[in-house]
């Protein structure tokens, strides 16, 4: 019995393959919270902990705005917005019988033109600041 390995198999392929599969592979794992949390630490320089506090604050920000504003737009990021999607009358596919689907509340987001140029796969990565800034020393103090 012959058993190949992915080490194996990646082996035999011409670079061009290889290149698609990494940038396929990269592109289809999914960042979560935790890992985003790791990410502002490290940009940060603080602990994990507080770059997870510092994160949820944000994210309940940017809630609370959606509920009492209905839109928030972050520079250079994109803009969250509340939306209502009209209801609608469809036929059941198997009964025929027309069904109307009410009005539903939904938050849509729209990647600013930066964000969409910075994430293509073929972009240069963006230049890190200089750590030590002024800014630093006073952000998590306590």
């Known amino acids: ?24 592979e990269a592109f289809g794992r999914q960042a ?10 490290e940009e940060l320089n603080v ?4 770059a997870a506090r510092v994160l949820d604050a944000v994210l309940d920000a940017v809630s609370d705005l959606l509920r009492g504003r209905g839109k928030v737009a972050v520079k250079g990021f994109g803009t969250f917005e ?8 469809y036929k ?23 964000l969409i140029v910075e994430t293509r796969t073929n972009a240069a990565p963006r230049p890190k600041k200089a750590p030590g800034l002024p800014t630093d020393d006073i952000l998590f103090q306590g």
């Open 92 to 114: 059941h596919p198997l009964t025929g019988e027309s069904i109307d689907v009410a009005n539903k509340e939904t938050i849509i987001f729209k990647p600013s033109d930066q």
């Open 32 to 41: 979560n919270k935790g890992i985003l949390a790791d990410k502002v630490a």
């Open 47 to 50: 602990p994990r902990r507080t």
């Open 82 to 89: 509340r939306r209502i999607r009209k209801g609608r009358a």
């Open 1 to 24: 019995m012959n058993r190949t390995t992915n080490k194996d198999a990646s082996d035999r392929m011409d670079p061009t393959t290889k290149a698609n599969a990494a940038a396929e």
